[in-house]
């Protein structure tokens, strides 16, 4: 608990719950917008822990951070 984490919209989470039912699920809320919950299975999202000293700066201009990681994770598919 307590962790920060990049979901699928490369939100930064504060994660407040992890479900291992079988499935690994990290749940928590957005520290972009507060949206909750935010969710994302760690099998299938790949879901990645952020630095906290990273958060204002996404947050200053999440579409500038959310593009650099699509772009990461682009060039990281195609190898």
């Known amino acids: 608990m307590g962790d920060v984490y990049e979901d699928c919209f490369f939100h930064p989470v504060l994660r407040t719950e992890i479900d291992d039912d079988g499935w690994v699920v990290l749940s928590g ?7 909750f919950p935010r969710s994302c299975d760690a099998q299938h999202c790949g879901p990645i822990r952020i630095p906290v000293e990273e958060v204002m700066a996404i947050k200053q201009d999440l579409e500038e951070y959310a593009h650099r990681r699509k772009a990461e994770l682009s060039a990281s598919n195609s190898t």
């Open 29 to 35: 809320v957005s520290l972009i917008d507060g949206s």
